[in-house]
């Protein structure tokens, strides 16, 4: 158990549509990343928030967006969903800056179809 | 953000030490290497980090040599439920978070 829990588990949305995914970081962390998991591939790097403002974004189109609460929990919004969309999203949360152990710690993840 | 290069696939067998080696040539000052083991349908989970020399814990070692553009992963005496997707990565563990780039990792099977 790493404390860090997503919801939901899994999820199946038409294409077209849009998807809201959220995290529950682990207490005491400030950053949450999150990832895109193609099957048989390693994650892929979405975006970062750390306190609340966007630090980092891989290389994904505007529709992915996201949002960090003063909670640090965090969401990963995606509109217009296509096909190639479905995956595995994986968040990450993290303590950033305060010393050299600042593993992330991930969440089983959010399976998502797109049909 | 620095690339990493690892093998894709390895072989072993139960009981066997297995070391698996990775690239990291454009590693900065302020990078740490990382390593992560991901299951199939998991999140993948911190098995080690180390900066330079020899890291050790109690389910694995990691060795960086002087240069640091390389590093290698020691699994001891690994069993069956060490199969898994192995990966390396390398970042700044303090400027505003670890952002933490995966390869496509190192697939590991550990045969009876």
């Known amino acids: 158990e790493t404390g860090v829990t997503q919801s939901p588990t899994h999820l199946i949305k038409t294409r077209g549509q849009q998807v809201t995914l959220r995290c529950s970081s682990q207490s005491g962390h400030n950053t949450v990343s999150w990832y895109q998991q193609a099957l048989g591939q390693g994650p892929q790097f979405i975006f970062q928030?750390?306190?609340?403002?966007?630090?980092g974004r891989g290389n994904f189109p505007p529709r992915f967006s996201g949002l960090q609460f003063p909670n640090y929990s965090s969401e990963l919004n995606v509109n217009a969903l296509e096909l190639d969309d479905s995956a595995l999203y994986l968040c990450?949360?993290?303590?950033?800056?305060?010393?050299?152990?600042?593993?992330?710690?991930f969440g089983q993840g959010t399976r998502l179809t797109v049909v | 953000l620095a690339k990493t290069t690892q093998p894709i696939s390895m072989d072993s067998y139960e009981g066997q030490e297995v070391n698996i080696t990775c690239s990291h040539n454009n590693i900065a000052t302020n990078d740490y290497i990382t390593w992560y083991q991901q299951f199939p349908s998991q999140g993948p989970r911190f098995i080690i980090q180390?900066?330079?020399t020899k890291v050790t814990n109690e389910v694995a070692s990691l060795f960086i040599p002087a240069d640091r553009k390389s590093s290698t992963l020691s699994l001891p005496r690994v069993s069956l439920s060490d199969t898994a997707v192995y990966y390396c990565l390398v970042g700044d563990a303090h400027t505003g978070g670890f952002k933490t780039i995966f390869g496509a990792g190192t697939r590991l099977f550990v045969k009876a």
């Open positions: 928030y750390y306190r609340e403002e966007e630090n």
């Open positions: 180390g900066y330079k």
């Open positions: 990450a949360s993290s303590l950033a800056g305060t010393s050299s152990n600042t593993e992330a710690f």
